[in-house]
């Protein structure tokens, strides 16, 4: 199997809260962990791309220090969504691939429902 | 960096046709296309992929064909059910990173 859980599903905070989101590999060891951000009715943006041990690359435009990322280990990673404003409010999807395998597959989450008040 | 058109954006068949859903992509260099469905607030699920070496690949009534001389590969659904309906995404692989098109809203009428 390839299974890869998120929690928590939903959240609501405050505005100027963190708020921190985790993906697990429950079921196999994850070379690479990424993360995505989904607005309604649209495709999915990569934010960054984790390995384990090291740090995350983030793409052109979103913020390494607002959102940050920690892969601890090879079956965990960690999104932390700083100081959040409404305009965070969104579906967080992360997706794995496994290790030793062919490292292109990437196996998704259930993603996190962020709302910021 | 990789950019993924998909087209069409919305599609509505009648149930037992067929549907297709096309995409073409940017860069030479990737190798690796996948296809994912998106049930309406859920995650999405890899439903078959094709890499730069097979030019068509089966699953039952999923099929993917690719052409990468001209830069594109298409999704084929044969005999369409209502569970089908959903949002289909296309994904272009360059260097272990997906970068995916918009999205197909495929809706089944029975």
């Known amino acids: 199997g390839a299974v890869v859980s998120q929690h928590p599903s939903r959240v609501i905070c405050k505005s100027g809260t963190s708020v921190k989101i985790e993906c697990r590999s429950l079921?196999?060891?994850?070379?690479?962990m990424f993360w995505y951000r989904q607005f309604p009715k649209q495709s999915l943006m990569l934010m960054a791309t984790?390995?384990?041990?090291?740090?995350?690359?983030?793409e052109q435009g979103v913020e390494k220090d607002k959102f940050l990322i920690n892969h601890a280990s090879l079956t965990l990673s960690t999104l932390t969504v700083t100081s959040a404003h409404p305009e965070d409010s969104s579906f967080y999807i992360c997706?794995?691939?496994?290790?030793?395998?062919?490292?292109?597959?990437?196996?998704f989450g259930p993603g996190t429902r962020l709302t910021v008040l | 960096g990789e950019n993924v058109e998909q087209h069409p954006s919305t599609l509505s068949v009648q149930e037992g046709d067929s549907a297709v859903i096309k995409c073409t992509y940017s860069?030479?260099?990737?190798?690796?296309f996948p296809w994912y469905k998106q049930e309406l607030g859920k995650r999405p699920q890899l439903i078959i992929d094709?890499?730069?070496?097979?030019g068509e690949k089966k699953d039952q009534r999923i099929a993917v064909t690719l052409n990468k001389t001209a830069k594109h590969f298409s999704l084929h659904i044969t005999e369409t059910q209502p569970e089908d309906s959903a949002v289909y995404f296309c994904?272009?692989?360059?260097?272990?990173?997906?970068?995916f098109g918009a999205g197909t809203t495929v809706t089944v009428r029975a």
């Open positions: 094709i890499r730069s070496n097979v």
């Open positions: 994904a272009a692989d360059n260097d272990y990173k997906l970068s």
């Open positions: 984790s390995n384990e041990g090291s740090k995350a690359t983030y």
């Open positions: 860069d030479s260099a990737s190798n690796y």
């Open positions: 997706s794995a691939s496994k290790r030793g395998a062919s490292t292109d597959t990437q196996y």
């Open positions: 079921d196999f060891q994850a070379t690479t």
